[in-house]
């Protein structure tokens, strides 16, 4: 039979593949087993994966076969295409001949994310086919928990979602964002509430209190009051430190108990910053779990707000904030809650403007820019709710009391700290006397505010379509919600237009931190918009699009979830005057390869540079998404039931197209531009990422505890290359030169420098030259200053490298 003898060869093919990956890495990478050994246990592992199997696969195709009663034969054809994508699996092994990146991850993760779509594909379509007789509806019923009503539905929810942001701030699984940014001076002030019971930071400063929770020197981000030099406050508004106080206080009590057990400070470190960090997790659980409510509500679909909910709680911005010190969180939530009561529920009982006007009334206090939303959601809401006919006093007193005394209370705070009313002296201290308010923050020309205007959704530093692609949505969405609930939907889009054009007019990009943070308090509204594009654009064209964008938003998400330092830009200062140089996005500067130039094909709009700024990428991006909005709202309503279901094999060529497309990109992936030479060798050097500094006398620096890439690139083929690596510090680290790994102790006992030699390493051969890839792992770092006090120098360091190399004669060559 030869179908039979196709199949059968397929299957083993996907099983030598599995296999020999599980060599790959097992064997033939960190262990130095004889090579007859080696391909004894690839033998071994080969004959327990094609048994195993085999086996599975015989039970399974048998199982589906006599639930659904359909052809053996063709449903063992179709579950071989769903495990096709692991034949990728083979490519592993060019990088150790031909090229010379490591793709593991990439190939790995690309096949079993391709495996797993392609078998909910599978099972969808059988689905359809047989309703009753795949049990996946009841799985899936049971999974949701469908059934439930909302309210009951939304809690469970809240939980699975507060599991998941407290196990992405543990770090166990993925790496924590870094503690940096403004989250230290947040958290400055709660140890002064915490400690001394007031806002005023002097003593703080002076006895280094940032020290538990901050290894480093901290920079002033507080100013002068009318009192005089020892009154100190910060231009970080005291409403989120409020809400750490207790979680503040518990964790300096378990991190003290810790230090006295193991007298480990930077432990006791992360377990204060984890405890800190800890309310933020809830309330953006409580947001996430609102939001899908407020989508249910909206949309009377429980499968959209599910959708909706992933999306918006599981990708770029929102993700990668779930955990961070920083007001936005609370001000969205807020703000939620507010258009949840009034336009969702419509509740204009007293209780319910009361609490509108409570939130209104403390929105100023988690930073001046909240006054914007504060004003805005307030006159909204008076336009909206509180018409002639319905207005008594009870109802007044109960929405403009709360923002009324708040405004109060903030006018007399400012004049008690600084002397004055004027807002601007949070920023500037008492020299804002005489000065025009906030004038050195508010942009004057029109070319800056429009650069911003695009720039928030478009720029490759900092775009939110450039991040999380599926907000391209947010469009269509507004404009089919318009159709359905005009009143609502028209007043969250003027609510969102409001600060997203306040947010223009302001040098504020962002600052230290992961994109998005400037429309992180709207941006709620754009993912209700786009859930709109979930629940009423329902085409096929609409879901083929929505999947894609989807895909690329998870995906994206993903790749920042195992490197969160791409997620950073150190020029993006709050006046955006800092380090006046162009720079690109890391993300796309990190993918780039020898072909393609990512970081020309997106917008530059956020540069320091007038020259470098990019605004070419527009004439594709803007008529893209403009494009993708046209489609959704054409497609809208074109499905029916009787339109034929996309073929799997379908499926697996775009799945193929895709895969193959990010292998390809990461096995090219390397950048031979800006590098660095050293007197009297004859090699030259290209950092591949942010995690190493540049050319310092004979070597150079790793920055801390990072992973940085390099490239060694030689005119002739090397026979040897040596690496001393030194620090005064103990630690280990690992190196990878090629395909060969190693690594270096340092501590007292064995010397604080060492050297490492790999002979005749791999290289490939790139137009008269030879590459090679070097890879360092660092596990420990320092600050100069803790070695010499008289130090001037900043920076985090983690271990200094000298290369050196040997060539092969010239006739060996």
């Known amino acids: 039979m030869p179908d039979s003898r196709t199949r059968t060869l397929l299957l083993f093919l996907e099983i030598l593949a599995v296999s020999s990956f599980a060599w790959h890495k097992l064997v033939f990478e960190p262990w130095t087993a004889p090579q007859g ?45 769903t495990l096709s994508p692991f034949l990728l699996l083979y490519l592993v092994f060019l990088q150790d001949f031909i090229f010379i990146n490591d793709i593991d991850q990439v190939i790995f993760g690309a096949a079993g994310l391709a495996f797993i779509y392609l078998h909910i ?39 699975i979602t507060l599991a998941v942001y407290v196990l992405y701030l543990s770090g166990l699984v993925v790496p924590a964002q870094p503690f940096t940014g403004d989250e230290p001076h947040y958290l400055l002030v709660t140890k002064s509430l915490v400690s001394d019971g007031d806002i005023n930071l002097y003593n703080n400063y002076q006895n280094k209190d940032y020290l538990k929770f901050y290894p480093g020197e901290l920079d002033y981000h507080a100013y002068e009051g009318k009192n005089g030099e020892r009154f100190l406050y910060s231009k970080h508004f005291p409403g989120l430190p409020v809400l750490l106080v207790p979680s503040y206080f518990l964790g300096e009590k378990i991190s003290r108990l810790v230090f006295r057990i193991t007298g ?33 509500g909206m949309t009377k679909k429980r499968k959209v707000a599910a959708l909706s909910w992933f999306v918006f709680s599981f990708t770029t911005p929102f993700l ?72 008594n006093l009870k109802r007044m007193y109960a ?96 609510l969102f237009l409001v600060f997203w054009v306040f947010c223009s ?29 979930f629940a009423y654009s329902r085409g096929r064209t609409s879901l ?97 039931r009787q339109s034929r279901p996309i073929s799997l094999s379908a499926h697996l060529g775009c799945v193929a197209a895709f895969t193959l497309f990010l292998t390809a990109n990461a096995l090219f992936n390397f950048r031979l531009v800006n590098g660095f030479t050293f007197e009297g060798k004859d090699y030259e050097v290209f950092s591949q990422d942010e995690n190493s500094f540049g050319k310092e006398m004979d070597g150079f620096w790793v920055k801390g505890r990072r992973k940085a890439s390099l490239i060694i690139k030689t ?55 030879h590459l090679y890839r070097l890879q360092i792992n660092e596990s420990n770092g320092f600050y100069p200053r803790e070695f010499d006090k008289n130090s001037d120098d900043q920076r985090f360091l983690g271990v200094f490298i000298k290369i050196g190399a040997t060539f092969l004669p010239p006739d060996n060559q």
């Open 320 to 391: 990668f904030y779930s955990h961070l010190i920083y007001p936005e969180i609370p001000v969205a939530l807020i703000l939620l809650l507010i258009c949840y009561q009034i336009l969702l529920k419509k509740n204009l009982s007293n209780s319910s403007l009361l609490g509108a006007g409570l939130g209104i009334g403390l929105l100023p206090w988690f930073g001046l820019k909240y006054i914007i939303l504060a004003a805005a959601l307030f006159l909204g809401i008076v336009f909206l709710s509180l018409k002639p006919a319905g207005i």
């Open 505 to 533: 007019f302001t040098y504020y990009w962002g600052g230290y931190c992961p994109p998005g943070r400037p429309l992180l308090p709207v941006l709620w509204i754009l993912a209700l918009f786009m859930a709109g594009a």
């Open 715 to 769: 005119m002739r083929p090397v026979s040897e290359i040596r690496l001393t690596l030194s620090s005064p510090t103990e630690g280990e680290t690992a190196v990878r030169l090629s395909r060969f790994s190693d690594r270096a102790q340092r501590n007292s006992r064995g010397g604080f420098e060492k050297t490492l030699t790999f002979l005749s390493p791999p290289g490939l051969s790139w137009r008269a030259s």
């Open 37 to 81: 050994l080696s391909f004894l246990i690839l033998a071994g592992i080969l004959a327990v994966l094609g048994i195993g199997l085999s086996r599975i696969f015989k039970i399974y195709v048998g199982f589906l076969a006599s639930r659904t009663e359909e052809n053996e034969q063709d449903l063992r054809r179709f579950v071989l295409l």
């Open 544 to 640: 083929v699009i929505r999947g894609i964008l989807v895909a690329v938003s998870s995906l994206i998400a993903f790749v920042f979830l195992r490197n969160p330092r791409l997620l950073y830009h150190e020029s993006l200062s709050s006046l955006g005057l800092y380090s006046p140089r162009e720079l690109f996005s890391n993300f796309l500067t990190r993918y780039n390869n020898l072909f393609v130039d990512w970081r020309k094909l997106v917008p530059s709009l956020s540069n320091t540079l007038p020259e470098s700024l990019n605004w070419a990428p527009l004439i594709v991006w803007i008529p893209m998404v403009l494009g993708i909005t046209a489609l959704l709202l054409r497609s809208k309503g074109s499905r029916t």
């Open 121 to 159: 594909v599978f099972l969808a379509q059988l689905k359809n086919a047989h309703p009753q007789a795949i049990l996946v509806g009841k799985i899936w019923g049971q999974v949701t928990l469908k059934g439930l009503d909302p309210k009951r539905f939304t809690r469970r929810l809240f939980f």
């Open 399 to 494: 929405f403009f009391g709360p923002p009324i005394l708040s405004a109060a209370v903030f006018v007399f705070s400012l004049f008690f700290m600084y002397g004055t009313i004027s807002p601007q002296a949070v920023y500037r201290g008492t020299a804002a006397a005489g000065g025009l308010p906030l004038s050195s923050f508010i942009v004057s020309d029109f070319l800056s505010i429009l650069r911003r205007l695009l720039g928030i959704f478009f720029d490759q530093r900092v775009g939110i379509f450039v991040y999380a692609p599926v907000y391209v949505l947010c469009l269509a969405g507004l404009f089919l919600f318009a159709k359905r609930i005009k009143k609502e939907a028209l007043f969250l889009f003027g």
């Open 264 to 296: 480990d400070a930077g432990r006791g470190r992360q377990i204060l910053v984890f405890f800190s960090r800890l309310p933020i997790c809830f309330l953006a659980a409580f947001l996430s779990s609102a939001f899908f409510l407020f989508v249910w």
